[in-house]
């Protein structure tokens, strides 16, 4: 048997944002880029979404988020800037690999950071 659906029974989860044209003109160049086609995100839409998402997950955080900053004497790469959520911990230091990056690991295995969580009394989810 084969379903056919028509376009107008299919309820979009989509709507609209109007953005000036100089930003989509922006968003358009963006996706012309090696490093946006890297990403995957190959046209003006994707970008617009994946930038959305990164900034409500750096600003918008929820309520019962912790941030957690070191700052790092030696090497400011270092430096450990996280949010630490329920489930998860999220760097807000880098663009990918954000729950898997170095600052992360370092939350988990290195033996002064977790010092500074214990005497912050931040406790980290399991994983
Ligand atoms: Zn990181």
């Known amino acids: 048997m084969i379903a056919m659906v028509t376009k107008t029974e299919v309820k979009s989860t989509f709507s ?3 953005l000036p044209r100089q930003v989509i003109q922006r968003l358009e160049d963006f996706s012309n880029t090696e490093f946006s086609k ?15 998402l990164e900034f409500l997950e750096k600003y918008a955080v929820e309520n ?14 270092l430096r450990i800037d996280v949010h630490i959520f329920n489930d998860r911990v999220v760097c807000n230091r880098c663009i990918t690999d954000k729950e898997k990056c170095k ?19 931040i406790i980290l989810p399991k994983r």
């Open 64 to 77: 019962d988020t912790t941030r957690f900053v070191l700052p790092s004497l030696e090497d400011d790469e």
């Open 16 to 18: 609209a944002v109007q």
């Open 103 to 121: 600052h992360v690991e370092a939350l988990y295995k290195d033996k002064e950071v977790k010092s500074h969580l214990k005497k912050s009394k």
């Open 38 to 52: 890297k990403k995957g995100l190959t046209n003006k839409t994707q970008v617009a979404r994946a930038a959305c």
